[in-house]
C-alpha cells in the first residue's frame, strides 16, 4: 500500500509571510506529482504536474519542486494573501495510474 | 476550460433510501471518471474508475452492489448509494480525465456531503 504524507496538517501565517510544505510519497514506480488548491465548496483546483526529478514550477506567488529520488515534494507560497488560505493537496500517481491523495495542508492567511 | 459539475451538493436521506450523485464534464469529453470518499481529516479515497459504456472497476474492500455506478455516456457519469445507511455519511467528490497518456490529470466536481439518518 502506498502513502502519501503531508505535513504539517494545518497552520496559520500572518499576511504577507512567505510559507511552505511538505508533500512525500513513495519514489518507487513514480510516474507524476500533482498539488492541488481546494477551497472549502469548490472544486479542487490543479496547480502542478511534476515529473522528473528536480522539476521546479511556478505560478504566479506560489512555486513547487521535486525530488523523485527521495520522494518528497515542497510547496512554496512567497508574500501570503488572505486569498491563499485553503487546503493543498498532493497526490502521487505511480505506474499503476491511479491517485494516492495527502490529508492536505490547511492552511490559513491572516489579515 | 475543463469544468466538472457534480449535484447534489449536500444531500441527506433516511436510513434504506437510495441516493443518486450525479458527475458531468461540462466541456470536455471525459472518457474516465473516477469517484473519491473522503471520511474526515481523511485523505480522498477512490472507490472506483468508470470508463464510458464498460463497468466500473472498484477498489479491493468497495462493495459494487452498494456502490452502483454508471457512466453511459463521455460526460455523465453516476454514483447510486444503495439502501443508505449511517455509516455511508461521507463526502464523495468525483473526476473526470479526458483521455490516456500525459500526465493523466483529472479534474474534479465540488463534491457531495452525504448524511443518512
New interface residues.
Given amino acids: 500500500i502506498l502513502n502519501v504524507e503531508q505535513s504539517p496538517q494545518s497552520l496559520h501565517v500572518q499576511e504577507g509571510d512567505s510559507t511552505n510544505f511538505t508533500c512525500s510519497f513513495p519514489s518507487s514506480n513514480f510516474y507524476a506529482l500533482h498539488w492541488y488548491r481546494w477551497e472549502t465548496a469548490k472544486s479542487p483546483e490543479a496547480l502542478f504536474v511534476m515529473t522528473l526529478n528536480g522539476d521546479e514550477k511556478k505560478k504566479g506567488r506560489i512555486s513547487a519542486t521535486l525530488n523523485t529520488k527521495e520522494g518528497y515534494s515542497y510547496l512554496y507560497i512567497k508574500g501570503s494573501q488572505p486569498e491563499d488560505s485553503a487546503t493543498y493537496l498532493c497526490a502521487s500517481l505511480s505506474g499503476t495510474y491511479k491517485y494516492i491523495f495527502g490529508t492536505g495542508t490547511r492552511l490559513k492567511v491572516l489579515a | 476550460g475543463a469544468v466538472?459539475s457534480q449535484h447534489p451538493?449536500r444531500v441527506i436521506c433516511k436510513s434504506g433510501t437510495s441516493v443518486k450523485i450525479e458527475c458531468r464534464s461540462l466541456d470536455f469529453q471525459a472518457t474516465t471518471m473516477?469517484w473519491?470518499r473522503q471520511f474526515p481529516?481523511?485523505?480522498?479515497?477512490?472507490m472506483a474508475?468508470s470508463n464510458e459504456g464498460s463497468k466500473a472497476t472498484y477498489e479491493q474492500g468497495v462493495e459494487k452492489d452498494k456502490f452502483l455506478i454508471n457512466h453511459a455516456s463521455l460526460t455523465l457519469s453516476t454514483l447510486t448509494v444503495t439502501s443508505a445507511h449511517p455509516e455511508d455519511s461521507s463526502f464523495y467528490?468525483c473526476s473526470a480525465r479526458a483521455g490516456t497518456g500525459g500526465?493523466?490529470?483529472?479534474?474534479?466536481?465540488?463534491?457531495t456531503r452525504l448524511t443518512v439518518t
Avoid at chain 2, 481529516?41 to 477512490?46: G, I, N, Q
Fill in positions: 466538472v451538493s473516477f473519491y481529516k481523511k485523505s480522498l479515497m477512490l474508475t467528490i500526465s493523466y490529470e483529472q479534474y474534479f466536481g465540488p463534491g
